[in-house]
């Protein structure tokens, strides 16, 4: 019978009964799982460590359940679907200080879980493990994985996290099960797999890598190459305000100033052959992009703090510095300026006297006054995200 259902069971806090969870999320796998439970049963017993298999099911209807009851595990119902969600609720099942997880469906040696257990005992709180190694099995892995999808994804983990991982996507993992309880993990998909080094790393977890066999997979595969990859990259850029605001927003703003300058010493623009270029146009953009984007980047960060992102330099430089009141009066004054400016400009074009130099003027005065009306409303969105003190 499977037991447990979906309002049971409150994040799990007491001491663990049991040394070793192995956690299988499973969806007509009835091919496999069997198989895999008989030998993670098996590992078990022979280690001589106190544990259980638990396999979240997610009414499959090719009677797997049944395939992996027989075989000795525990087995939990799922009505909503989605990779993430079952490993999510075998852990909150799970009474085991150590947390394995892994795929059902013969890719992964359930026989032999030392590599995993071994790290978690001396210290490791995450242990990954690598599939790209001698130890995989000719064919096991789709092409566009093994060379796109799989370096693409740990790459810009590496680069977003610092996580020393070769093989991001990999589903055979160890965890301690406290180090898991502050990982605040949330992730419904595929992209679980990302969440779980993200926040490793965001948390300071000790991680390490380990080689692991990989075999070709029985039954039916249940990723979608595109749909799931795509999760992926959504998750991973929309966790990294950092790489995806602050860093190109700070960029944008250096380029502004730079071209603002040039344009300072180059009166009349720069001789390009055929044309003059007219650095302040590209300055103008550049600038008003970049302010938006910085705080775009602030609103993000701002709104991590509620999900429980700590404080970084950025948060709290703009919550030292800036804030909502300075930033009004910063906008108030560019406002001013550009309004200033634009007088002097239009007294000009009475005067016939428009030339570069005044176009200039009058580009600088339109970039100050949709700066002054970005801040103004950016700042806005920041305070009502984060109202200050
Ligand atoms: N409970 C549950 N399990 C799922 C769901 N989707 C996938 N799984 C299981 O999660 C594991 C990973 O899915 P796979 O289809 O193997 O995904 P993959 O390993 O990335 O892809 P392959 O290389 O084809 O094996 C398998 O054991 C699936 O049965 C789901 O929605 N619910
Ligand atoms: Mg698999």
Redesign the pocket.
């Known amino acids: 019978m499977a037991i447990g259902s979906e309002a049971a069971g409150e994040r799990r806090t007491a001491a663990p009964e049991l040394d070793v969870s192995v956690v299988?999320?499973?969806?007509?796998?009835a091919e496999a799982?069997g198989a895999c439970v008989q030998r993670a049963v098996a590992w078990l017993k022979d280690s001589g460590l106190k544990g259980e298999v638990i396999v979240?099911?997610?009414g499959?209807t090719d009677g797997?359940a049944q395939e992996a009851e027989r075989a000795g595990a525990r087995v939990v119902a799922?009505a909503d679907?989605?990779?993430g969600?079952?490993?999510l609720r075998g852990f909150r099942e799970a009474r085991g200080k150590y947390l394995v997880m892994?795929?059902?469906?013969g890719?992964y040696e359930f026989g032999d879980l030392d590599p995993l257990i071994r790290p978690l005992m001396n210290g490791y709180d995450l242990v990954m493990g690598n599939r790209l190694s001698k130890l995989l099995a000719p064919g096991a892995?789709?092409w566009a994985?093994r060379f796109i999808g799989t370096p693409i994804i740990s790459f810009l983990l590496r680069v977003f996290t610092g996580a020393k991982v070769t093989d991001s996507?990999c589903?055979i993992r160890g965890i301690r099960r406290e180090s898991l309880e502050r990982l605040n993990l949330r992730a419904p998909?595929?992209e679980f797999?990302s969440e779980m080094i993200l926040k490793a790393m965001r948390n300071n977890l000790r991680l390490t890598e380990v080689d692991v066999p990989y075999y070709a997979?029985t039954?039916?595969?249940?990723?979608s190459t595109f749909r799931?990859g795509w999760r992926h990259l959504k998750f991973l850029l929309i966790s990294s305000p950092s790489y995806v605001f602050i860093g190109p927003g700070a960029v944008l703003v250096a380029l502004g100033l730079v071209s603002l300058a040039i344009r300072l010493f180059t009166a009349g623009g720069i001789d390009l052959g055929a044309v003059d270029w007219e650095p302040v146009y590209a300055a103008a953009i550049f600038l008003a992009v970049g302010v938006n984007t910085l705080m775009l980047g602030v609103c993000s960060k701002l709104l991590g703090l509620r999900e429980g992102t700590s404080e970084d330099s950025v948060v709290r430089f703009y919550r030292k510095h800036l804030g909502l009141g300075r930033l009004l009066l910063a906008a108030f004054g560019m406002a001013a300026l550009g309004v200033g400016l634009d007088v002097w400009v239009f007294v000009q074009w009475l005067r016939d006297a428009v030339d570069s130099d005044v176009r200039s003027v009058a580009t600088v005065s339109a970039s100050l006054l949709v700066i002054a009306a970005n801040l103004t409303f950016a700042s806005l969105a920041a305070a009502m995200i984060d109202p200050e003190e």
Do not use: F, I, W
């Open positions: 299988m999320p499973c969806l007509n796998e799982v979240v099911d997610n499959s797997s799922l679907k989605g990779y969600r079952a490993l892994g795929d059902c469906d890719t892995m789709p994985h996507q589903g998909g595929m797999a997979r039954g039916e595969s249940k990723l799931d």
